[in-house]
């Protein structure tokens, strides 16, 4: 699966996933979300970002937790 507004970059915050190349974590977006932020109030708290962004960052997590996790005893 192909991430259009997903982007890694070792020269922006460490390499962790970003939007877009901006220095906005997609761990920070799921974290709002999780924290019981709506799309609406992010959207308006951050003039930046795109309702796209958030749906995006949605499907970024639900495929990586989906991955096969191997546990080695």
């Known amino acids: 699966m192909t ?3 997903i ?3 070792p020269e922006v915050c460490g390499g ?9 974590p997609v761990s920070r977006l ?4 999780a924290s019981g932020e709506t799309p609406e109030t992010i959207l ?3 003039p930046y970002l795109e309702a796209e962004d958030i ?3 949605l499907a970024y997590a639900a495929f990586l937790a989906d991955e096969q996790v191997i546990e080695f005893a």
């Not at 799921?30 to 979300?33: D, N, R, T, V």
């Open 3 to 5: 991430f259009q507004r």
């Open 7 to 9: 982007t890694v970059d």
């Open 16 to 24: 962790k996933p970003c939007i877009r190349g901006l220095r906005f």
């Open 30 to 33: 799921l974290g709002l979300l």
């Open 44 to 46: 308006k708290s951050y």
């Open 55 to 57: 749906q995006e960052a």
